[in-house]
C-alpha cells in the first residue's frame, strides 16, 4: 500500500467531511484507514481464498459485519470520524473500493510470502 493512495482515500474522505480544517481531517481519515487496513485485508484475504478477487464483489463480502474492526480505530481518532470512515467504507462506493482495493493489495503481498 502506498502513502499516496492512503493520501487519496483520506482526502476523499474529508472533502465530504464537514469542517474547515481538511488537511487535519484528512490526517484523522488516514490513521483510521491504516489501522482498519489489516484487519480488512485478512478478510479479503479470505475471499482470494475462495476464488474472489473482483474489488467490487470483495468489497461487498468484508463490508458486511465490519463495524467491529473500526473499534481499535477509536484510539486514535474521534469517535465522530471513524464512525463518518466506518459509515463511508460501509456505505459509499467508491470509498468502500478505495480501501478494498489496498486491502486486496496487502492480501496479495500476504499470500505471496
Do not use: C, H
Amino acid at each position: 500500500m502506498s502513502q499516496k493512495e492512503l493520501a487519496e482515500i483520506a482526502a476523499a474522505l474529508a472533502s465530504e467531511y464537514p469542517g474547515g480544517d481538511k488537511a487535519g481531517t484528512a490526517q484523522e481519515f488516514q490513521s483510521v484507514v491504516e489501522t482498519v487496513l489489516p484487519p480488512l485485508a485478512y478478510r479479503a484475504s479470505l475471499t482470494i481464498g475462495r476464488g474472489v478477487e473482483d474489488v467490487t464483489e470483495t468489497w461487498q463480502l468484508i463490508r458486511e459485519g465490519s463495524e467491529g474492526l473500526f473499534e481499535e480505530a477509536l484510539k486514535k481518532a474521534d469517535r465522530v470520524k471513524v464512525i463518518f470512515v466506518a459509515s463511508k467504507f460501509t456505505n459509499n462506493k467508491l470509498i468502500g473500493e478505495m480501501v478494498t482495493k489496498q486491502a486486496l493489495e496487502i492480501a496479495r503481498r500476504g499470500k505471496e510470502n
